[in-house]
């Protein structure tokens, strides 16, 4: 499988607001302050902390750093957050830890947040469905665009409503379970039947 570099898919992010050019010239007596863009994009240092608990193999690194998705961290994420059951990686759309990193956040916590499920193969999905009624068919499992996760200590209807305010994706709530979906694609929230 040929793995686009992450740094292709996503040259750039620019989650600040870039000043104007100032087309003053540079002879001007007083020139103001720079503004503050530099400290901003430095300051913005985002982790990954995941942990799998169907292998038990943990991620705990910088994806995120000078403004710019770090390839190497998104690999890596790739191996701990590939189908457990066929062993087949995908690459994981990076705004997946952006909602994990804001809902690290929401919630002040520190620890890892536990991965029930990754990335699954269209087999394995399709495997899953015959077991369960909850199991989507266009699941974005499939597309690496969903994790459902937890957090020890932390209330499963705290992550949920965290989650949902983040407004990023898609939200499933599945107490029964004992996790909660999200997923980067379109805004939807639904609930595990009683
Ligand atoms: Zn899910």
Redesign the pocket.
Known sequence: MVVPLASALYPRVHDVDLPLPDLRPLTMPSLPPAPPIVKKLVDDVRRAFVHNLHTGETLDAVYFENGVYVPDALRAAMKVLRDWRSGQEHFMDPRLFDLLHKLRLKMDVRGAFQII?GYRSAATNALMRKHSKEVAEH?Q?ILGK???ISMPGVELAHLHRAALSLRAGGV?FYPNSGFV?V?VGPVRQWAEAA
């Open positions: 499920s699941s499992h969903a994790l459902d499933g979906h997923d």
